[in-house]
């Protein structure tokens, strides 16, 4: 089933991408290179969050890194 999911992300990845490709000029090769990474980077994300739901997410990571220092500048 999680085969289902990972492709209605990709679906809806190329759907976004036939949209705004076009709209994008020719001229603008750093946009369109911004582009293909964030939206490759959304789809490997998804696909990651797909198999892994129960993933860490960044409030976890600041609050081990700053946690010590809080205890330390406790009274």
Same mark, same amino acid.
């Not at 705004?20 to 603008?28: G, M, V």
């Not at 293909?36 to 490997?44: E, N, P």
């Given at each position: #089933?999680?085969?289902? #999911? ?10 976004? @991408? $036939?949209? /705004?490709?076009?709209?994008? /000029?020719? /001229? !603008? ?8 990474? $964030? @939206? ?14 129960? #993933?860490?997410?960044?409030? !976890? $990571? ?11 500048? /406790?009274?």
């Amino acid at each position: #089933m999680k085969w289902l #999911m990972v492709l209605g992300i990709v679906a809806v990845a190329i759907l976004i @991408t $036939l949209y /705004e490709w076009p709209k994008i /000029e020719k /001229e !603008q090769k750093r946009e369109k290179k911004v582009f293909v990474v $964030l @939206t490759t980077g959304s789809v490997i994300l998804g696909i990651v969050l797909v198999y892994f739901p129960d #993933m860490p997410g960044p409030t !976890q $990571l600041v609050e081990a890194i700053f946690k010590p220092l809080g205890k330390l500048l /406790e009274p």
